[in-house]
Every structure is written in C-alpha cells, then in structure tokens.
C-alpha cells in the first residue's frame, strides 16, 4: 500500500521557521518525484517545491525561493521541506505528493528554465496534509 504521511506542521510566529517531514512506503522512492503542495482558504493550490530523487535535482516557486529547501533522506524514505523566515501567506494545509516520470521531467524542467511548473496532474499520489499557520 502506497503512503505518504506529512508532518511537522505547527503554530509558529511571523520570522519562524519549521520542518516538514513527508514519508514515503510502498513504492520504489528513487523512481519518483516528490513536491510540497499548499492550499490556503479560499485560495487555489500551489505547487512550492520539488525534487528528482533519482538525480536530487530540486526547485521552489518564486515565493518561497530562499526562505524554503527542499531535500531527501533515501535511507530513510523521507523528503524534508525546511521553512524559514515565515509570514502570514505561508499560513496554508501543506501536502506532499509523489510523481513518476513525468513529474520528474517537470521538476527538472523547472530547474532548466528557472520556472517553477505546477502540474499536480502528474502526481500520482497525495498525502492527507500538515497545517502550518504563521501567527503575527
């Protein structure tokens, strides 16, 4: 059975920082990508970032480039989405999701054009999600 399970989503100050956790079973990890989705109320969602596992390539949307990093720990089947320098905007239920082929030649494409692509179209799996929510 094919999981993902988010956590580490918190009540944190403006100017904070957090460590999401997403970890993955049940399917070969190295073969697929993984983003960091987020859905704010009332708004639509939006990719954040994401990584090639295979290759660790990695980008983030312009609005959270330099504050966000997203990484990997294959030994332990797990991707990492450290938030720093929170504000109000990142208040949102955070998710990741796992893709195969084509959401690691979208996540590559990112990295190529220095354009962040948010297809979730490509994402075959999803987790249940983690709330962040940046307090003033």
């Known amino acids: 059975e094919v999981q993902l399970v988010e956590s580490g989503g918190d009540l944190v100050q403006t100017g904070g920082s957090l460590r999401l956790s997403c970890e993955a079973s049940?399917?070969?990890?190295?073969?697929?990508?993984i983003s960091w989705f987020r859905q704010a109320p009332g708004k639509e969602r939006e990719g954040v970032s994401c990584i090639s596992i295979r290759d660790d390539t990695t980008y983030h949307a312009d609005s959270v480039k330099g504050r966000f990093t997203i990484s990997s720990d294959n030994a332990k089947n797990t991707v990492y989405l450290q938030m720093d320098s929170l504000n109000d905007e990142d208040t949102a239920v955070y998710y990741c999701?796992?893709?195969?082929?084509?959401?690691?030649?979208?996540?590559?494409?990112?990295?190529?054009?220095?354009?962040?692509?948010?297809?979730?179209?490509?994402?075959?799996?999803w987790g249940q999600g983690t709330q962040v929510t940046v307090s003033s």
């Open positions: 049940g399917f070969t990890f190295d073969d697929y990508a």
């Open positions: 999701a796992a893709g195969g082929r084509k959401a690691r030649q979208w996540c590559r494409n990112s990295r190529y054009y220095s354009h962040y692509y948010d297809v979730p179209s490509v994402y075959d799996y």
